[in-house]
């Protein structure tokens, strides 16, 4: 079992940044990919960045490539997603998940087993 919880979230105007964070706990965070999805409301729950247990490899959403930088501190069992240039349309739910294997399936939400509880990100206009 890997128990995650997000922080982080909040309120921000558009243009501005946050930093969502993910703990781990359980297993060892590092034998785990790390995915960010989110989810607003009326809208299904949809990718947005992912990145391999060492850290090596990265995949983004379109919608957030340039904007948004997945990492990883595996000493630390710490997960980040920085959002930077953020939009109205950041705004949702955003959670973190955890799986096994890195690969082309890594924006498909079925192929995770653990998530946290989500946090809020609202961007005002």
């Known amino acids: 079992q890997v128990q995650l919880v997000e922080s982080g979230g909040g309120l921000v105007q558009a243009g501005g940044s946050l930093r969502l964070s993910c703990a781990a706990s359980?297993?060892?965070?590092?034998?785990?990919?790390m995915g960010w999805f989110r989810q607003a409301p009326g809208k299904e729950r949809e990718f947005v960045a992912a990145?391999?247990?060492?850290?090596?490899?990265?995949s983004y959403a379109d919608s957030v490539q340039g904007r948004f930088t997945i990492s990883r501190d595996n000493v630390e069992n710490t997960g980040f997603l920085q959002m930077n240039s953020l939009k109205p349309e950041d705004t949702a739910v955003y959670y973190c998940?955890?799986?096994?294997?890195?690969?082309?399936?890594?924006?498909?939400?079925?192929?995770?087993?653990?998530w946290g509880q989500g946090t809020q990100v609202t961007v005002s206009s």
């Open positions: 990145i391999s247990r060492s850290g090596g490899d990265t």
């Open positions: 359980g297993r060892t965070f590092s034998r785990y990919t």
């Open positions: 998940a955890a799986r096994r294997a890195y690969g082309d399936s890594v924006g498909n939400f079925e192929g995770y087993d653990y």
